[in-house]
């Protein structure tokens, strides 16, 4: 499919309020951000197999769930979506658990992480209501050295006080707490989520795998169910195990991919049922989304967001799509965009030299998507740069820079379609003459 690859558009100084796309009242429903559970399309297999985990700990077999998905794959919005399931629960006749998503982002060590448990919890508590019920219970915790205040806890100044202590009976404080719902509820389903820091500190692997043991003698033992499910990138698992090596035994583990087109067709369809203005997609746009994003949700929702804000005739088109990435005078291209919340890391910090980034400019000018050392080597302007490049690209690998084709031996891909995009006006901003 082709897409013409050209420098993005300079953009005026500011753009008009009364144009077409930035009337009253409209409203585009392509996000940047999770997207919301009205939303939220395919992973049919994923959410049955967290469904039935759900069900079977609130039966007091206790499942842990692991999903795994690179980023941008929408792990924090099946999270999200994850937390409608207890109105789908209780239309069975089951008593539904009451589930707490957990943020760990800000957390650097165990401790950080078990004060954000405990917060999530409560702040959980307070629609349902649950609070005056777990009043008795939040105030034995200063017996591990944290205050309540009007936004939450906080680890006590008291140098008397152990926080570890904390760490090591942490199980118990959370059966507790979950041992405190009301009958109509069945249990507690925890989800972890953003473990980019706390995934290497000190001891939390070791702390989260005699949390995950300890919870499944706690279910057998007949208390208060509870479930877990943690929303992994590779990354995350790596710091994990080797932080200890079965810390993720006896999990189910899901691990989510680029959506198949139809998942994406969908995903359009669907937003654009709730945007306004109105507007259709012409013959073969999702096709064309579909090939250009390598279906990963966050840069679907990313690229038809541009094309949705450039559009004038209310049908999306490829030529939308076009201008959409790449700029116009009055809308931010969305290559900027994802530049900066992935591309740019990819392109500066995952790798180590200059001579990387000449290997990815060389196969970022291949015509097809697989390549090999040979058809890389002659891309490549000085003959200086062929030796060891072999070893060059199995260090990119290592770092998620670059894929090795499946079932094809020899052969590289870069991670997706709009990575070669980026890579491409890359170079042609560096051919520039400088001004």
């Known amino acids: 499919m082709s897409m013409a690859i050209a420098p993005p558009r300079r953009r005026s100084p ?23 559970p009205r939303l939220f399309v395919g992973r049919t297999a994923e959410v049955a197999a967290i469904a039935r985990a759900v069900k079977d700990s609130l039966a007091g077999q206790f499942r842990p769930v692991t999903v795994i998905g690179d980023p941008g794959m929408g792990k924090t919005s099946l999270g999200d979506y994850i937390r409608s399931l207890p ?68 680890i006590a100044r008291d140098d008397s006080m152990t926080p570890n202590k904390l760490i090591l009976q942490f199980d118990r404080v959370v059966m507790e707490l979950a041992g405190a719902l009301p009958e109509e509820y069945g249990g507690l389903f925890l989800i972890l989520d953003e473990l980019d820091s706390i995934s290497g500190a000190e001891g939390f692997a070791s702390f989260l795998k005699t949390l995950v043991e300890s919870f499944d003698g706690r279910n057998r033992s007949g208390a208060r169910h509870i479930g877990l499910m943690l929303l992994l990138n590779p990354a995350h698992r790596d710091r994990l195990e080797a932080g200890h090596a079965t810390v993720l035994r006896g999990h189910t583990l899901l691990e989510i991919k680029p959506l198949m087109l139809d998942e994406c067709a969908a995903l359009i369809e669907t937003a ?38 450039v559009d004038q005739d209310q049908l999306l088109d490829e030529e939308d799509f076009r201008n959409g990435v ?14 900066l919340k ?7 910090q995952d790798i180590l030299s200059n001579r990387y ?4 400019h ?30 060059y690209l199995r260090n990119m690998v290592d770092r998620e820079v ?34």
């Open 272 to 309: 654009l049922g709730v945007g306004s203005p109105r507007k259709k997609v012409s013959a073969g746009f999702a096709s064309f989304v579909h090939y250009w994003t390598s279906g990963v949700p966050s840069f679907i929702h990313a690229t038809c967001r541009a094309a949705f804000d």
């Open 342 to 348: 992935h591309f740019r890391k990819r392109y500066q």
């Open 402 to 435: 670059l894929k090795k084709s499946p079932g094809q031996v020899g052969r590289y891909t870069l991670p997706d379609r709009m990575f070669k995009v980026f890579l491409r006006l890359e170079e042609i901003r560096k051919s520039r003459p400088k001004s």
């Open 326 to 339: 790449l700029g116009t005078p009055e809308v931010v291209g969305a290559i900027a965009d994802l530049e």
């Open 87 to 154: 109105a789908q629960i209780a239309s069975t006749g089951i008593h539904p658990p009451v589930i707490v998503k957990v943020s760990l982002g800000g957390c650097r060590s165990t401790m950080d992480a078990c004060v954000q448990i405990l917060d999530s919890i409560r702040e959980a508590s307070q629609p349902i209501p649950l609070f005056d019920r777990f009043k008795n219970h939040l105030a034995t915790l200063k017996e591990f050295g944290l205050d309540l205040g009007p936004v939450g806890f906080k």
């Open 14 to 36: 500011l753009p008009s309020l009364t144009s077409n796309n930035m009337s009253a009242g409209a409203y585009n429903p392509f996000t940047d951000l999770p997207v919301p």
């Open 357 to 360: 980034r000449r290997i990815l």
């Open 362 to 391: 060389a196969i970022a000018s291949h015509k097809g998507d697989e390549v090999t050392p040979k058809q890389i080597r002659d891309k490549l302007t000085s003959t200086k740069e062929h030796d060891g490049l072999v070893v």
